[in-house]
């Protein structure tokens, strides 16, 4: 066990009686009331009219595709960087995952090489707010426009992070929460999609309960899924989302102090918020350059581990991976694996106190 860890959920007496109560009131499969308040507050918290709340984030972006009926010889357009569920997903429905690089000044896929990469095969977009710091969304709905994309937010890492002033979440056609354990939010496993789309949230909610008509009990109209939320997860999430703009705030003055600590220390890139963004800065993070700094990436990470301090590498692209390299063909996705080589998520739990930043801090200076 670490002294510091990267992430710790932070689940208090509310979050414990909501629980307890469901429990109590018998509903503590996936009907009862903590599920439809759930949905409401998250999707109004977030600006969109409906929430249709699901087992986990992979399967948010599952149900996403299936309902806008992405399919076989369709093209998904997805970051190269990022955690694996988003290829999955697009693989799940049978469609082709296309990467795209990173951008070098603030992580998230290049607007300019998504245009590049849309063929007439390509039916949709996800694009990943990495880390916590959203994309730069108006050249994204342009292009989505455009070539008529349908364009997916995944958001399973920036809840409340804003692109000029209007949360993520309420760009896309549909977008996709996860609340695992170490999100921003937690309620267990869990996961959310929301959308305008009264259609689409149709849709949804048929396929999550078994494809089962909603007026016809047992009545299947089409080949569905279990991606239901239980009322107990439910019951944490309602409670966790009343402490979502108190997390969001710790994280921010966490990172302002990582920021402040760290602005001297050559070699280092630190987590950046462009002028257009409210990072939400989900895990803080840090780019090594060896030659500088004199230690490399692993060897730092190594360094942290016996002074107790847990840390995690970036994701590695995911075009170089054994199950995904077919679709990268001949690729070069370099800000990618440069940021996957040099990349570090430091301590972030909004349990951090300062001193322990201080600890952090001490071991990444030379
Ligand atoms: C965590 C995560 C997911 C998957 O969420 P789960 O709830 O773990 O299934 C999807 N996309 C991104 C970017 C994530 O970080």
Known sequence: MYQIPVADPQ???????????????GWVSSKGAFIEEFEKKFASYTGVRRGITVSNGTVA??????????????????????????????LYVGAKPVFVDSNADYWCLDPQIVEKKITKKTKALICVHLYGHPCDMDPLVKLAKAYNLHLIEDCAEAHGAEYKGKKVGGFGVISCFSFYGNKI??????????????????????????????????????????????????ALGVAQLKKLDLFIAIKRQNAKLYGSLLAGVSGLT???????????????????DKRQLKIDRDALITKLSTYGIETRPF???????????????????SVAQKLSLTGINLPSSVKLTADEIYRVVDCLRP
């Open 11 to 25: 689940i208090g007496e509310e979050e414990l009686s909501n629980v307890v109560e469901a429990v109590n009131s």
């Open 61 to 90: 972006l599952h149900l996403a595709l299936k309902a806008l009926g992405i399919k076989r010889g369709d093209e998904v357009l997805v970051p190269a960087l990022t955690f694996v569920a988003v290829a999955n997903a697009v």
């Open 185 to 234: 939010i937690t309620t267990g496993e869990g996961g959310i999609c929301l959308t305008n789309d009264e259609t689409l949230a149709r849709a949804m909610i048929k396929l999550r309960d078994h494809g089962m008509n909603p007026e016809k009990r047992y009545w299947h109209d089409v080949v569905g899924y279990n991606y239901r939320m239980t009322n107990l997860q439910a």
């Open 270 to 288: 630190l987590h950046p918020e462009m002028p257009w963004a409210k990072n939400v800065y989900w895990l803080y993070c840090i780019l090594v």
């Open 315 to 333: 994701f590695y692209p995911i075009n170089r991976m054994p199950p995904y390299r077919k679709y990268a063909a001949n690729d070069n996705f």
